[in-house]
């Protein structure tokens, strides 16, 4: 079975960073994909970065290149969201997921394992 468990939000200042990271349990194909997700309140769950079994990583939004990154361990256990830059707006509850069919993808429905989230929040 496989587990993902998120840590490392908090309360940050605006242009702060914080590194968050999902420790997984149970990868055991090279089809694992880890995505991270982020929910605000009163919007939709939206995809931010994902990366795949061999390191490969994609962005999905293209406004935003460049503040956040994803990197994955080298054995695997664990995937980390960097972000830098941060402001109010990314105030959300952040979510990683994984998905056993190699595809990086921004949409949630792909992915079939959650973590319980994190809660980062950027005060002014």
């Known amino acids: 079975q496989l587990q993902l468990v998120e840590s490392g939000g908090g309360l940050v200042q605006d242009g702060g960073s914080l590194r968050l990271s999902c420790a997984a349990s149970?990868?055991?194909?090279?089809?694992?994909?880890i995505g991270w997700f982020r929910q605000a309140p009163g919007k939709e769950r939206e995809g931010i970065l994902c990366?795949?079994?061999?390191?490969?990583?994609?962005d999905f939004r293209a406004s935003e290149k460049g503040r956040f990154s994803v990197s994955r361990d080298g054995n695997k256990s664990a995937v980390y969201l960097q972000m830098n830059s941060l402001n109010p707006d990314d105030t959300a509850i952040y979510y990683c997921?994984?998905?056993?069919?190699?595809?990086?993808?921004?949409?949630?429905?792909?992915?079939?394992?959650w973590g319980q989230g994190t809660q980062v929040t950027v005060s002014s």
């Open positions: 997921a994984a998905n056993q069919d190699s595809h990086c993808s921004p949409n949630e429905i792909d992915y079939k394992y």
């Open positions: 990366v795949t079994s061999s390191g490969g990583t994609a």
């Open positions: 149970g990868l055991t194909s090279n089809n694992d994909v």
